[in-house]
């Protein structure tokens, strides 16, 4: 990928980012801005709509290098299982793995006596299943063999990304800071092959030009 295409993808990450958090950051914690709404104080709307949307960045940035370092330790993965089934089938155990940390350690740590860890499997198979769906749109613009690995970057790193928030727990963050990841990390996700292809042709192009 060509630098200006690294550029436009860590810019546009950033906004989708802060726009996100923007967004769900009123919504899961609505409770706390009901009251700057229902007395319409404009100023105090804005200034938590720009915390928030700074906060996303932070969030984007995460993503973004939780992204990049997939992309190696992907390229790491191939040449040290020499093919894609193999590889595949680690990255399937890695993702079980985590799925099951994230319910069985989250309930251990977290629950009190009479919880139910139902709510527990509810957020991992949301992760999971959103992960599958933007695995099946991955497939749709590759092929089959993009599908695991897309699932793995959507499930396995968008937890390791997670980690901050779950060890406190506390739930207004958990939930603020899911959505702009699983929503940072599928937009990287599907807009890379389309810069690959861009950052292609514009080699093409350079190629082409006769030396003067």
Known sequence: MTSRNW?????????????????????????????IFTSFDLLEILSVLI???????????????????????HRFGLGIFKSHSLWNAVQVILIL????????LRYNTFA??????????GVAAFILVVGAAVAAMKVK?????AFIPAVFFMV???TIEWVPVLRVNEESWV??????????NAYQLLILQKLNKASQEQRQKVAKKPAK
Request: negative net charge; glycine residues 10%; charged residues 10%.
């Open 156 to 158: 396995v790193v968008t």
């Open 175 to 184: 939930y603020l800071m899911i959505f702009p990841l699983l929503v940072c």
């Open 141 to 145: 613009m590759t092929s089959k063999e």
């Open 97 to 104: 793995f985590v799925l099951f940390d994230l319910v069985y």
């Open 112 to 121: 009190e006596e009479g919880d139910s860890i139902w709510p527990y499997v």
């Open 7 to 35: 550029v436009k993808l860590f810019m546009t990450t950033l906004l989708v980012g802060g726009l996100t958090t923007g967004v769900v950051g009123f919504i899961v914690r609505w409770n706390e801005f009901e009251p």
């Open 51 to 73: 915390w928030l949307i700074g906060v996303g960045f932070i969030f984007s940035v995460l993503s973004q290098a939780g992204f990049f370092a997939y992309l190696t330790v």
